[in-house]
């Protein structure tokens, strides 16, 4: 089973500041890695999907790269509705797993 | 736009069967190229996901749940179904039912897309 690992546990950044959320594979999963968004008492919302290709209706500030077992979500210029937990997920190899999550607050 | 709902039971006693449904709408459950899955979240935790059902009935289990789960699907109704038995207190969680795109062979490579609101399911006697 692929352990996905996310850094750091908490993010503490500024509005209209970037952020940088990081996910490792414990093994490679090419480029199959979805990111995902998740507010209090609301289901995950995917992101970013391939790595770098946001899903339908995503702002263009969130961008995802990487590959193999590194890989990067990255939030331009942090609006108030980006407060969240955000979740990677690897869909290379069965079963498919999900990270700790990062949970981004307001500094 | 397509919607998916979850129904069933918020209560299950343990070493009972837990038993779940999600009726999808907005969209055909036989469209080619999805899957349909279940992903649980326990209380203040990360994701996990259980499995997911082609609408032929082709599925694949979670390893570390396998013996313990059926997924089904019923295309007439455009549902699909969840039990998990001899449950525990560990099983308690928030489940969802969520649209796996992109697939092909089994794999599905662009996300669960589309996500149903979760439903609490506490074990409890």
């Known amino acids: 089973e692929r352990v996905m690992t996310q850094s750091p546990a908490t993010l503490s950044v500024s509005p209209g500041e970037r952020a940088t959320l990081s996910c490792r594979a414990s093994?490679?999963?090419?480029?199959?890695l979805a990111w995902y968004q998740q507010k209090p008492g609301q289901a995950p919302r995917l992101l970013i999907y391939?790595?770098?290709t946001r899903a339908t209706g995503v702002p263009a500030r969130f961008s995802g790269s990487g590959s193999e077992t590194e890989f990067t979500l990255t939030i331009s210029s942090l609006q108030s509705e980006d407060f969240a937990v955000y979740y990677c997920?690897?869909?290379?190899?069965?079963?498919?797993?999900f990270g700790q999550g990062t949970k981004l607050e307001i500094k | 736009q397509v919607q998916l709902l979850e129904s069933g039971p918020g209560l299950v006693k343990p070493s009972q069967t837990l038993s779940l449904t999600c009726t999808v709408s907005?969209?055909?459950?036989?469209?080619?190229?999805?899957?349909w899955s279940w992903i649980r979240q326990h209380p203040g935790k990360g994701l996990e996901l259980i499995g997911y059902?082609?609408?032929?009935?082709?599925?694949y289990y979670n390893p570390s749940l396998k013996s313990r789960v059926i997924i089904s699907v019923d295309t007439s109704n455009n549902q699909f179904s969840l039990k998990l038995s001899s449950v525990t207190a560990a099983d308690t969680a928030v489940y969802y039912c969520?649209?796996?795109?992109?697939?092909?062979?089994?794999?599905?490579?662009?996300?669960?897309?589309?996500w149903g609101q979760g439903t609490l399911v506490t074990v409890s006697s």
């Open positions: 059902i082609y609408y032929s009935g082709s599925t």
């Open positions: 093994q490679s999963v090419s480029s199959n």
């Open positions: 969520a649209r796996a795109g992109n697939c092909s062979g089994g794999g599905c490579y662009s996300g669960f897309d589309y």
């Open positions: 907005g969209g055909s459950i036989r469209s080619s190229g999805y899957y």
């Open positions: 997920q690897q869909s290379n190899n069965w079963p498919y797993t």
């Open positions: 391939g790595a770098s």
